[in-house]
């Protein structure tokens, strides 16, 4: 499986986002995928992930209400949309994915195999 994230920028605080992750080589229908970020000095961290059939989510308590992650399986694609961000949003952000044999999330960053390349957002005050 290969995942391709996109659309990281700069972008003041309030502002909105929306993050793409495209995979290919295999349909995603069956997998748990998972956003994190990575700030410089800090460890990868999860923010949202979203179950293979898209019933069950999950957010760090620092983005519930602003962030929104969504999946079409139809095109193979996952997303983040990230609305009224602020400064301490700006990371390195990847999208990742695991098979789940059920339709569950996966909270840890150890779970998942297979990692898209990041893509930078950063916030300015």
């Known amino acids: 499986v290969q995942l391709q994230a996109s659309g990281g920028g700069l972008v003041q605080a309030g502002d909105s986002l929306r993050l793409s992750c495209a995979a290919s080589?295999?349909?995603?229908?069956?997998?748990?995928v998972g956003w994190f970020r990575q700030d410089s000095g800090k460890e990868r961290a999860l923010v949202a992930a979203?179950?293979?059939?898209?019933?069950?989510?999950y957010y760090v308590d620092s983005v519930k209400g602003r962030f929104t992650v969504s999946r079409d399986n139809a095109k193979n694609t996952m997303y983040l949309q990230m609305n009224s961000l602020k400064t301490e949003d700006t990371a390195v952000y990847y999208c990742?994915?695991?098979?789940?044999?059920?339709?569950?999330?996966?909270?840890?960053?150890?779970?998942?195999?297979?990692w898209g390349q990041g893509t930078l957002v950063t916030v300015s005050s």
């Open positions: 979203i179950s293979p059939s898209g019933g069950r989510i």
């Open positions: 080589g295999r349909t995603l229908s069956n997998y748990v």
């Open positions: 990742a994915a695991d098979y789940a044999i059920v339709d569950r999330v996966k909270l840890d960053t150890d779970a998942y195999d297979y």
